[in-house]
């Protein structure tokens, strides 16, 4: 971990009719293995492919069909686990979570209730307000996605796509150990974060390929720490899952929307029930969708037609070894090695493609400097653009030789402006252009003096002005500076129009 300090973070209050109220909130997230295949067949996993094109036999549930488990998928939720500190079980074991749904053809779904793939884990979490928490993971399981029902193509029935079926997702259960709306979402982005650097999951919510479940309870203020201390869940309010979620806005909407519901129903007298419901962004409201089923619901027992999964430890060291740096630990190395801000290293970081075109721009050069012209002028443009990093036309290489040609003093600041979007929109060598188009700097301080003098003849009111308030002497430099096209070294201007008007 980070060998930081945090503060703890302080939970988020509501204010009920009668009581104040505090959240408990644990998430369930459905990461989609980022896989060619399937997590027991070889049929493609491949997004936006016509209807029920990437179905295997297995997948449809044809009589006869065996289950064969795909190892990349294995090793990528181990890598998931080793990225948020978790244990890796050595010897794991599958089971059926037994339930009818149009779009789930064998029945069942195969998952591990009993013994997971991963362990308790643990990820920091960092919030706005500077603060952070660390979030306990109680285990990451592999499970098969189900299919996916469509009732909009006709008004009379349903159509079923199987794409889907079979995709290998990874649950990540947190504890109930997330307090507020606002630290749900930072969870999510974190547990994202992570696993896009580690290649895992694309974390590409639109598609569905991240989505969460989310379990809301209420309870008064220290019944949370009691909770803490004997780990005694009857501390906490009855929780009900919120399904589905795919969000970061409508996650931390829905969170308040059922905290205040069932604040009402407890201030009422009424009981909340443990349930399973919909959160409806165009109502601002939850719904109930079902009763929230436990473990012997749904019948589950090991699956007959699955071994056992066991691997070695030498396995797991390779894949400890060969994993990337992680955002906190890279985060971190750029506050310490490079001297970057917390906020201009978290910037830096959020995305590993982000990074890695920092860290190749700034190779031999001012890190704060090349992070300034990354952060602000780049991705500037790019937002602009609505494009990212990975569609940059500005290489990491011609960054670095703007900011080399700044650090040189062949250029000024404001020149480097003009020349970054010369590069942006026409590409080229950026110390040929400047030669090219005759953008150096003026450094002869004879001509900068002339220019000086030329000014300060012209304008013998304003000179007297500047006498008497120096500040004014600013209007001086922007003067030179426009005679000049821009192209004067303000720092020798400053010093020669204070040298001329004797401030």
Same mark, same amino acid.
């Given at each position: 971990?980070?060998?930081?300090t945090?503060d703890?973070p302080?939970?988020?209050?509501?204010?009920?009719?009668?009581?104040?109220?505090?959240l408990?909130i644990g998430?369930e997230?459905?990461?989609?293995?980022?896989?060619?295949?399937?997590?027991?067949?070889?049929?493609?996993?491949?997004?936006?492919?016509?209807?029920?094109?990437?179905v295997?036999?297995?997948?449809s549930?044809?009589?006869?069909?065996?289950?064969?488990?795909?190892?990349?998928?294995?090793?990528?939720?181990?890598?998931?686990?080793?990225?948020?500190?978790?244990?890796?079980n050595?010897?794991?074991?599958?089971d059926?979570?037994?339930?009818f749904?149009?779009d789930?053809?064998?029945?069942?779904?195969?998952?591990?209730?009993?013994?997971?793939?991963?362990?308790?884990?643990?990820?920091l979490?960092?919030?706005?307000?500077?603060?952070? $928490? #660390?979030v306990? &993971?109680?285990?990451?399981?592999?499970?098969? %996605?189900?299919?996916?029902?469509?009732?909009d193509? =006709?008004?009379?029935?349903?159509?079923v796509?199987?794409?889907r079926?079979?995709?290998?997702?990874?649950?990540?259960?947190?504890?109930?150990?997330?307090?507020g709306?606002?630290?749900?979402?930072?969870?999510?982005?974190?547990?994202?974060?992570?696993?896009?650097?580690?290649?895992?999951?694309?974390?590409?919510?639109?598609?569905?390929?991240?989505?969460?479940?989310?379990?809301?309870?209420?309870?008064?203020?220290?019944a949370?720490e009691?909770y803490q201390?004997?780990?005694?869940?009857s501390?906490?309010?009855?929780?009900?899952?919120?399904?589905?979620?795919?969000s970061?806005?409508?996650?931390?909407?829905?969170?308040?929307?059922?905290?205040? $519901? #069932?604040i009402? &129903?407890?201030?009422?007298?009424?009981?909340? %029930?443990?349930?399973?419901?919909?959160?409806?962004? =165009?109502?601002?409201?939850t719904r109930?969708?079902?009763?929230?089923?436990?473990?012997h619901?749904?019948r589950?027992?090991?699956?007959?037609?699955l071994?056992?999964l066991e691997?070695?430890?030498?396995?797991?060291?390779d894949?400890?070894?060969?994993?990337?740096?992680?955002?906190?630990?890279?985060?971190?190395?750029?506050?310490?090695?490079m001297?970057?801000?917390d906020y201009?290293?978290?910037v830096l970081?959020?995305?590993?493609?982000?990074a890695?075109y920092?860290?190749?721009?700034?190779?031999?050069?001012?890190?704060?400097?090349?992070?300034?012209?990354?952060?602000?002028?780049?991705?500037?443009?790019?937002?602009?653009?609505?494009?990212?990093?990975?569609?940059?036309?500005?290489?990491?290489?011609?960054?670095?030789?703007?900011v080399?040609?700044?650090?040189s003093?062949?250029?000024?600041?404001?020149?480097?402006?003009?020349?970054?979007?010369?590069?942006y929109?026409?590409g080229?060598d950026?110390?040929?252009?400047?030669?090219?188009?005759?953008?150096?700097?003026?450094?002869?301080?004879?001509?900068?003096?002339t220019?000086?003098?030329?000014?300060i003849?012209?304008?013998?009111?304003?000179?007297?002005?500047?006498?008497?308030?120096?500040?004014?002497?600013?209007?001086?430099v922007?003067?030179v500076?426009?005679?000049?096209?821009?192209?004067?070294?303000?720092?020798?201007?400053?010093?020669?129009?204070?040298?001329?008007?004797?401030?």
């Amino acid at each position: 971990m980070l060998d930081l300090t945090y503060d703890t973070p302080k939970p988020k209050v509501i204010a009920g009719a009668k009581h104040d109220w505090e959240l408990v909130i644990g998430m369930e997230v459905h990461a989609q293995v980022s896989s060619k295949a399937k997590l027991f067949s070889g049929a493609s996993t491949k997004f936006g492919a016509e209807p029920n094109s990437n179905v295997a036999f297995v997948d449809s549930a044809m009589p006869g069909m065996l289950p064969v488990i795909n190892e990349f998928c294995v090793e990528q939720a181990v890598r998931t686990g080793l990225g948020l500190k978790a244990e890796i079980n050595l010897k794991s074991a599958f089971d059926r979570k037994n339930y009818f749904y149009p779009d789930l053809p064998q029945g069942y779904q195969i998952s591990q209730l009993y013994h997971p793939i991963v362990g308790e884990g643990e990820v920091l979490v960092e919030l706005g307000d500077g603060t952070a $928490r #660390q979030v306990r &993971i109680e285990r990451i399981h592999m499970e098969q %996605d189900a299919g996916k029902s469509i009732h909009d193509m =006709d008004p009379a029935m349903s159509f079923v796509d199987l794409n889907r079926t079979g995709v290998c997702l990874m649950e990540i259960v947190s504890r109930p150990d997330i307090r507020g709306p606002e630290e749900a979402a930072a969870y999510i982005a974190k547990i994202r974060q992570i696993m896009r650097y580690l290649g895992t999951c694309d974390g590409n919510m639109q598609n569905g390929n991240l989505r969460a479940d989310v379990n809301v309870s209420i309870c008064q203020p220290g019944a949370y720490e009691k909770y803490q201390e004997t780990q005694d869940f009857s501390h906490l309010g009855t929780r009900c899952e919120i399904k589905n979620m795919n969000s970061m806005r409508f996650i931390q909407q829905a969170i308040m929307v059922e905290a205040n $519901r #069932q604040i009402k &129903i407890v201030e009422g007298g009424g009981t909340v %029930d443990q349930e399973t419901r919909l959160y409806d962004p =165009d109502k601002n409201e939850t719904r109930s969708m079902r009763s929230k089923e436990e473990a012997h619901d749904y019948r589950y027992f090991p699956d007959p037609d699955l071994l056992p999964l066991e691997i070695e430890q030498a396995w797991v060291d390779d894949i400890a070894a060969n994993l990337p740096e992680l955002p906190d630990e890279k985060k971190s190395r750029l506050i310490n090695d490079m001297g970057l801000s917390d906020y201009d290293a978290s910037v830096l970081t959020a995305e590993a493609e982000n990074a890695s075109y920092f860290e190749a721009a700034a190779l031999g050069r001012d890190g704060k400097v090349v992070a300034n012209w990354v952060i602000n002028e780049l991705f500037g443009r790019l937002n602009k653009d609505d494009a990212d990093i990975s569609t940059s036309p500005v290489s990491p290489a011609q960054l670095g030789g703007i900011v080399d040609l700044i650090a040189s003093d062949a250029i000024s600041g404001k020149i480097a402006k003009d020349l970054f979007e010369i590069v942006y929109s026409e590409g080229g060598d950026p110390a040929q252009i400047v030669e090219e188009r005759g953008m150096k700097q003026v450094t002869d301080t004879g001509a900068i003096e002339t220019a000086v003098e030329q000014i300060i003849a012209d304008n013998p009111a304003q000179v007297e002005k500047a006498k008497v308030n120096p500040k004014l002497a600013g209007w001086f430099v922007g003067q030179v500076m426009k005679a000049t096209g821009g192209k004067a070294n303000p720092k020798a201007v400053n010093e020669i129009v204070a040298q001329k008007l004797g401030l």
